[in-house]
């Protein structure tokens, strides 16, 4: 079940691996590391937030500073309601899995996303059913990306974990599998462990 | 720890028949509850497998972490990386198969010739599988001790046992003496053998010592007073300690061989031509020979005889300075009235156990001459029946087990081959004889004494050729050698060969306690007065 708030956006670039979507909202961006879904109930495409951007909506053109005579930055939008229109936040989503509402699977779909369609944040509930399994991280730790892969792979389990009840046993269980993973590769687990260890 | 299947510790990862397998444990067992020396069962596809772990590392998936060490205070990552990138490994030295079908089970377990596949579960062998590998005591089987950190009880099929030599090792104070004891006592019980124990250090028959607070521990006479005779050399010294004896042995001259010199020349430190001498002077006399070459000394004839003989006055000398030594032993005298002999046989036939006490004479000369000389004259005699049973169609005589001490100074490489015992331990029991060989040097026996000896039980032991001379061609032996290098110092053992189906370390049964007593009498078909005198013994 997914409420339409939840509706963050629609893809306007989709490949085998990742997808790109355009907020509905300027800076409605769905937090880094996030999951999202695109595609409806029979197949459903579930992709991890890599990347984002918010910049103008023609490529050519960068916005200029508007502030100077402003006190607040709020103030900026206040008096210049077009800029809504002339800038955009797009975020790009890792490909992580796909499924129906029997099954998920953390592999590949078929085939890629389909240019717009609906990108929805996942509920807590449907988190928690796709971070069951761990096979997702593998996915994560072995592409390549303009962002840090354990940035991303901590800030994907520090959003997994809010899902939880027992965020402490889930964190440690994600831990165990990616030092698994990453048993050739220390400093590489040790960079995610640093970054999802409780306080 | 008496449940059905014992706690999980991991998988196999890797491993070949001839070095054993390395097992991967899993994140829920900790290596500091590892024990070098424990049972462990693995579940292969077809059949399951008996072992030994042997050895216990660490490992870590990347050489960072060792160089980078993580800050293990940290439970977060101390509990992430514990059995993932870091974790315990055992070395498991698999011995035994237990096969899964029907024929495998009537069988009982069998040698390992292959190594059970990837990843077969690994788990530590519950009580029930240890009986299963190594039997429970019965009418056969005697309880001896248990397998380190564990419930069950070890039990020895004593009548196997007693079908070889067998060899008990250990160094000083690591509990060669109590270990004797209890086996003696399960001998006495349950292996149809009688037993002729030379007791150096008066520990066997009466009542030997402790060494915490010299507390007094009961033996043999005193536990089975109707099942063991004690003889002695010293009666005065037997005595004084309260022993009730049965029997004062005396030895004429004319009992002691020229083959008994050979065993003493290094203690008498006579030469070799001494011995040799010896054997011609035999020749020359007969069997009074020793009283006639004490007798001859310094006179013309003397001169004439050993010219005729060729034996060199020095050598001469040699000889009769060794002669003197052992004359002036008081047990000894020129010609004996009744014969020790006659009177130990009678017992043995009799079905009894004979313990000889040495009493004062505690120095090796006085034990080495008496041993051997008994042992020899035994021997002869067993062979005699041996023969004529089987001619004559009569009764064998009883299986004899005989104890000696200080095994090496009958058993090394110089005598081996011409001293009885050395026979004995060749002959597997060709008449009925076998030793039980006790010793701390293990090293000094004759190689081919010691490969001969069916099961071996040693103790601790610290010096690199006593412990190599010990599991010489013992398969598994460097991981062997490293349980054996980790006994505790007293009161641990490990059990291989001839009467265990693998090599077991284990803690002997408590001994000295008027608990244990109870359990030693009680097990036995000790008649009710035995059982009556037992009562009184520790009311
Ligand atoms: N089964 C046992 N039960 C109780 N105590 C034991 C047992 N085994 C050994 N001990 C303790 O260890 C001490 C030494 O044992 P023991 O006298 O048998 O050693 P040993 O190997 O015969 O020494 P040595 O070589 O000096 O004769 C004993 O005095 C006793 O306190
Ligand atoms: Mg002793």
Same mark, same amino acid.
């Given at each position: ?12 670039? /989709? ?20 999951l ?15 990347? /984002?951007?918010? /910049? ?60 717009h ?36 792979v ?13 965020k ?22 040790? /960079? ?8 | 720890?008496? &449940? !059905? ?39 292969g ?10 050895? *216990? ?6 050489p ?9 205070t940290d439970?977060?990552?101390? @509990? ?27 069988e ?15 788990s ?11 039997? !429970? !005591? ?21 009548? &196997?046992?007693v ?39 008066? +520990? ?19 536990l ?16 004084? %300690?309260?022993?009730?004896? =049965? ?9 002691? &061989? ?17 011995v @040799? ?43 009769? %300075?060794?002669?003197?030594? *052992? ?11 009744? =014969? ?8 043995? #036939? ?13 120095d ?40 000696? &001490? +200080? ?6 490489? @110089? ?8 026979? *004995? ?11 039980l ?8 026996? =004759?190689? +081919? ?13 610290? #010096? ?14 460097? @991981?062997?050698?490293?349980?054996l290098?980790?006994l ?45 005198? *037992? +009562?009184?013994?520790? =009311?």
């Amino acid at each position: 079940m997914t409420e339409p708030s939840d509706r963050v956006g629609e893809v306007i670039e /989709a490949s085998t691996t990742e997808f790109v979507a355009e907020c509905y909202e300027l800076y409605g961006l769905p937090p880094l590391g996030s999951l999202v879904s695109v595609g409806d109930a029979a197949d459903k495409t579930f992709g991890i937030v890599y990347h /984002a951007t918010t /910049a103008s909506v023609e490529p050519g053109r960068r916005p200029i500073a508007r502030g100077k005579d402003e006190v607040s930055e709020e103030g900026i939008y206040k008096s210049s309601p077009q800029l809504e229109k002339l800038l955009r936040s797009e975020f790009s989503a890792l490909v992580v899995g796909h499924g129906n509402s029997e099954a998920i699977h953390q592999f590949l779909p078929p085939k890629p996303a389909r240019i717009h369609g609906f990108v929805y944040l996942c509920p807590s509930e449907q988190v928690k059913t796709f971070s069951r399994s761990f096979d997702f991280l593998n996915l994560l730790i072995t592409t390549s990306l303009p962002v840090s892969v354990e940035e991303l792979v901590a800030a994907t389990l520090r959003q997994m974990g809010q899902a939880h009840e027992d965020k402490q046993a889930f964190l440690k269980a994600a831990g165990r599998e990616l030092a698994t993973l990453l048993s050739s590769d220390y400093s590489r687990l040790r /960079a995610i462990l640093g970054r999802i260890a409780p306080e | 720890m008496s &449940e !059905e299947k014992g706690q999980t510790l991991g998988i196999v990862v890797s491993g070949s028949v001839d070095k054993g397998v390395e097992v991967r444990l899993d994140s829920s067992a900790s290596v500091e509850d590892m024990v070098v020396g424990r049972y462990v069962t693995i579940e292969g596809r077809q059949r399951r497998f008996f072992g030994m772990i042997t050895d *216990i590392s660490l490992g870590v998936t990347d050489p960072q972490l060792t160089i980078n060490p993580p800050d293990v205070t940290d439970p977060f990552l101390s @509990e992430v990386l514990n059995g993932t990138a870091t974790y315990g490994t055992i070395h498991v030295l698999p011995m035994l198969t237990i096969g899964g079908d029907v024929a495998s089970l009537i069988e009982g377990p069998q040698p390992v010739k292959t190594v059970p596949s990837h990843f077969s579960g690994v788990s530590l062998a519950s009580d029930a599988d240890m009986s299963l590998v190594f039997g !429970e !005591e019965d009418e056969n089987r005697f309880f001896i001790g248990n397998p380190l950190d564990m419930e069950t009880k070890l039990c020895l099929d004593l009548p &196997e046992f007693v079908k070889r030599s067998n060899g008990i090792f250990g160094k000083s104070g690591t509990g060669k003496t109590f270990l004797t004891r209890i086996l003696l006592i399960g001998m006495l019980q349950k292996s149809q053998a009688v037993n002729l124990i030379f007791d150096m250090h008066n +520990e066997y028959g009466w009542e030997g010592s402790s060494e915490e607070g010299r507390r007094k521990v009961k033996a043999l006479k005193q536990l089975f007073p109707e099942k063991v005779a004690v003889f002695t050399l010293d009666p005065e010294n037997s005595k004084r %300690r309260g022993v009730s004896t =049965d029997f004062v042995v005396r030895i004429g001259y004319d009992e002691i &061989e020229p083959e008994d010199m050979v065993l003493l020349r290094q203690t008498l430190n006579i030469t070799d031509l001494a011995v @040799e001498a010896a054997y011609q002077l035999r020749r020359r006399f007969g069997r009074g020979w020793i009283q006639s070459t004490l007798d001859v000394g310094e006179s013309e004839d003397t001169q004439e005889l050993l010219k005729e003989l060729n034996i060199h006055e020095s050598t001469f000398q040699s000889l009769r %300075r060794g002669l003197q030594t *052992i004359g002036r032993l008081s047990f000894i005298e020129p010609h004996a009235s009744v =014969d020790a002999v006659n009177s130990l046989l009678g017992y043995l #036939n009799k079905g009894m156990n004979v313990v000889l006490e040495f009493g004062r004479y505690r120095d090796i000369t006085a034990y080495v001459l008496v041993a051997n000389m008994l042992a020899r004259r035994i021997y002869a005699r067993y062979q005699e029946m041996m023969e004529r049973s089987m001619s004559e169609d009569i009764a064998q005589p009883n299986p004899l087990v005989i104890t000696i &001490e +200080e095994a090496h100074k009958f058993l090394n490489p @110089e005598v081996a081959s011409r001293a009885i015992f050395g026979t *004995i331990a060749r002959e597997m029991r060709k008449y009925n004889v076998s030793l039980l060989v006790i010793d701390q040097r293990p090293s000094g026996i =004759d190689d +081919e004494v010691m490969s001969q000896l069916g099961t071996k039980i040693t103790c601790l032991l610290d #010096n690199e050729k006593d412990i190599d001379s010990v599991l010489a061609g013992v398969s598994g032996k460097s @991981e062997l050698k490293s349980v054996l290098a980790r006994l505790a110092p007293k009161q641990q053992a490990l059990i291989f060969g001839h009467a265990v189906p693998m090599p077991v370390p284990i803690r002997t049964r408590e001994y000295g306690s008027a608990e244990s007593y109870k359990g030693f009498v009680g097990g036995a078909d000790a008649g009710q007065q035995a059982k009556k005198d *037992i +009562e009184e013994l520790w =009311d």
